[in-house]
């Protein structure tokens, strides 16, 4: 097997992991659960999001997290912003990079920011206008890669045409969501073939969800393909915690075992990762769903098994 | 991506997943629950172990089960047997194909069934004569195949040995087990390109457990190698379910969701295999590890979410 020696992964559980908790997280832990990610040895943490309070309670908080965190240099703390009033908050807070979002697929693109794409275009352009001009990197999110649930499959060809808009205004890299957590490696190698006719693999990061068990599938043919960037979240933060396909984000302890274990460096601990998922599912008092979780978990026991 | 049309999954639930319940199962249950799965398109179910009571008391009534299931002629109703003994019990009970098993290591080997590796070579050369004497076909399990609890990392050519010696007997197919899940893709790789140095992928199945969330793409690397024949139980059953490294085979109705969705045929209903999972997760009283029933327990729900 064709595998990078070294990858990077960006850390999202303090905002994508977190956002739709309903457990209130206090400052404090939030600040806490980020210094705990910072020691793992992680270089990209995303640590809140600067939308609007009324549509994210959970996240209002931002600025105050970014001030109280024990900032490191050697890690890029990110936000998401959805336009120039949150831009302008994270700017104010001292953020290292700032990531735009939409989705690939109208129906979803919908949902979540309530505008046609064609809409949504100009919105970004001028966050992203105005992150470069001070100063700032920005990451590009495209949501339902490989499916929408409310349009059904994405298109590879649309999400070329997505991450070009975003290419052409000034940002650095697109990060490909499997939102819904649907996709197999078949349709993840037919949209990175397509998306890599037009784009170099290290513009690219991979950001799948587990819902049906097959995000780490999904990475393995990602890898193969020479993509070097992936998304995740202690114990498999995020998704809808709530909702049918429950299962969020790859859990960042599940990726480092698999990437490990197959001889690709991260620079990151395992253990410590652990032991941050396990701080956070302390704080939010619900059982989170990663593999090394559980492991950690058990005790042992002797067991007849083929 | 080059993959095969057509793959058989073999169901091992009522036998390999559920040896270590701790819940007393009746045996008006597992026949019901047998009798369900025969309606999902499956064509190959392991359905009980005639290993002596004292090991593992819930399977102690083995004749029982196979006499009362309803057969039918299109599937084939399989058994573990240990010995000369559990053989006459699964030729008595008219059981169809029978399995031997032992370890690719020695440390599990001795654990599992308290021999050396080379010691029970005589004994299964034993049980494979009088099987195919009686007429049937005999499949073997090797355990342990990348890595054992008590040696650590499997040579690939130590599994090559092992199954040499067991097709010099005469059996039809050996069942690869990743026993303690903790394969990742390099390793399965490494592994079946040792193998089909000697072995005809035809001759081989994979039987993976899910402990690291590595099964899927386990799965996926075996069928980039040709491989069609997988073993699977409903709902993930199986492994040591109250101990470290809890999960259990990989859960069927996951592995169909991901074989369908990358047009994979295998004439498997997935929604009766979900419901059949559900039935078995009823009689259990635990919840079951498999996404898909996940899935099938939430409600919808929205969330943001990128």
Redesign the interface.
């Known amino acids: ?1 064709q ?1 990078p020696k070294q990858v990077q992964i960006k850390e ?1 559980g303090p905002c ?1 992991g977190l ?2 908790e309903k457990t209130f997280i206090k400052t404090s832990d939030k600040v806490e659960f980020i210094n705990r990610l910072s020691e793992t040895g992680l270089d990209y943490i995303e640590i809140t999001s600067f ?1 609007h309070p009324k ?2 309670p959970q996240l209002a908080d931002a600025a105050d997290v970014l001030k109280e965190i024990k900032r490191k240099h050697s890690i890029t703390y990110a936000a998401l912003v959805p336009n120039i009033r949150g831009l302008e908050r994270a700017i104010e807070a001292e953020v290292d990079e700032v990531s735009v ?1 939409m989705s690939a697929s109208e129906g979803h693109n919908k ?2 920011i309530n505008k046609s794409v064609a809409e949504t275009f100009p919105i970004l352009k001028e966050v992203v206008n105005e992150a470069l001009a001070a100063g700032k990197t920005v990451r590009g ?1 495209i ?1 339902t890669v490989i499916a929408c649930p409310y349009d059904g499959y994405t298109q590879p060809k649309q999400v070329v045409r997505v991450a070009e808009k975003l290419f052409e205004m000034g940002i650095s890299e697109v ?1 490909l ?1 499997d ?1 819904i957590g ?1 996709g ?4 993840v ?1 037919a949209l990175l073939s397509e998306m890599l006719k037009s784009f170099k693999a290290e513009q690219l990061a991979m ?1 799948f ?9 999904n ?3 990602s890898l193969s393909r020479g993509i070097t960037k992936f998304d995740s979240a202690v114990g498999g933060l ?3 915690p ?6 969020g984000n790859v ?1 960042t302890e ?1 990726l480092l ?2 990437l490990h ?3 690709i460096e991260t620079g990151i601990a395992l253990e410590g990762i652990q032991q941050t998922a396990l701080f956070i599912e302390g704080i939010l008092g619900r059982t989170l769903s ?3 979780l ?2 950690v978990r ?9």
């Open positions: 097997m595998l999202v994508d956002q739709n939308v549509w994210i979002f949902a979540n999110y949501s990060s969501g939102t649907v197999v490696p078949t349709q190698d950001h969800h587990d819902t049906r068990g097959t995000a780490l599938a990475v393995v043919t995020g998704g809808c709530y909702a049918k396909g429950a299962a859990a599940d075992y698999l274990e197959m001889g990663s593999k090394q559980a492991i058990k005790e042992e026991d002797s067991c007849q098994t083929l």
